[in-house]
Nanobody, 110 residues
Framework: MQLVESGGGLVQPGGSLRLFCAAS????????MNWVRQAPGKGPEWISG??????FYRDSGKGRFTISRDNSKNTVDLQMNSLKPEDTAVYYC??????WGQGTQVTVSS
């Protein structure tokens, strides 16, 4: 199994980023896929999930974050808008059974 994230970077408050996750080595279409972040000095925080045509969001991300997946390409993306400094973290793509990618850093700062 492999999950490879990309798309992180430095963005100013109020800006947008789109994170990408490419998956391989398992049956993607039926997999629960999540985005989880970990800020410095804090524990992991679930952000959003996608499974069987349904999407789920943490309250802090509702209206700002949108998860989308393409089962034909085995990818799951996270569009993040109106970013805040408190969104700064390493963002991980996580397969439902607990397999994590290597993460991509998102820094929101002026």
């Amino acid at each position: 199994m492999q999950l490879v994230e990309s798309g992180g970077g430095l963005v100013q408050p109020g800006g947008s980023l789109r994170l990408f996750c490419a998956a391989s080595g398992f049956i993607f279409e039926t997999a629960v896929m999540n985005w989880v972040r970990q800020a410095p000095g804090k524990g992991p925080e679930w952000i959003s999930g996608s499974a069987l045509g349904r999407t789920f969001y943490r309250d802090s991300g509702k209206g700002r974050f949108t998860i989308s997946r393409d089962n034909s390409k085995n990818t799951v993306d996270l569009q993040m808008n109106s970013l805040k400094p408190e969104d700064t973290a390493v963002y991980y793509c996580v397969q439902g059974a607990g397999f994590w990618g290597q993460g991509t850093q998102v820094t929101v700062s002026s």
